[in-house]
Nanobody, 125 residues
Framework: VQLQAYGGGLVQPGGSLRLSCTAS????????VGWFRQAPGKEREFVGAIFRSGGTTVYADSLKGRFTISRDTSRNTVYLQMNSLKPEDTAVYSC???????????????????WGQGTQVTVSS
């Protein structure tokens, strides 16, 4: 059972980037998948999540309108589309999966059983 986040890189302010979270060993569609990020010297921050049933998405208030989470069931992948990127979005982004999670626990990293290695996103001119 493994998760992997990838797609990070260097992007200019105002640019876009799409991160992918793929799973091996299990079907990601049966899991709620959360995205988190951690900047140097800061605590891990909840970015958003997509529920396993129906695909309902939830986002951190500060990121609504710029970030979008979606699934591609055929590719066993969850995406994080990031638009209008700002320097303060610079962080290591990670995905996590949980088979059982309640709405109030979405932002709690310990609620997720599986984690992928993060991918670095740097927003700079």
């Amino acid at each position: 059972v493994q998760l992997q986040a990838y797609g990070g890189g260097l992007v200019q302010p105002g640019g876009s980037l799409r991160l992918s979270c793929t799973a091996s060993g299990f079907t990601l569609d049966y899991y709620t998948v959360g995205w988190f990020r951690q900047a140097p010297g800061k605590e891990r921050e909840f970015v958003g999540a997509i529920f396993r049933s129906g695909g309902t998405t939830v986002y951190a208030d500060s990121l609504k309108g710029r970030f979008t989470i979606s699934r591609d069931t055929s590719r066993n992948t969850v995406y994080l589309q990031m638009n209008s990127l700002k320097p303060e979005d610079t962080a290591v982004y990670s995905c996590a999966a949980s088979s059982r999670i309640i709405y109030s626990s979405l932002g709690n990293p310990s609620s997720y059983a599986y984690w992928g290695q993060g991918t670095q996103v740097t927003v700079s001119s």
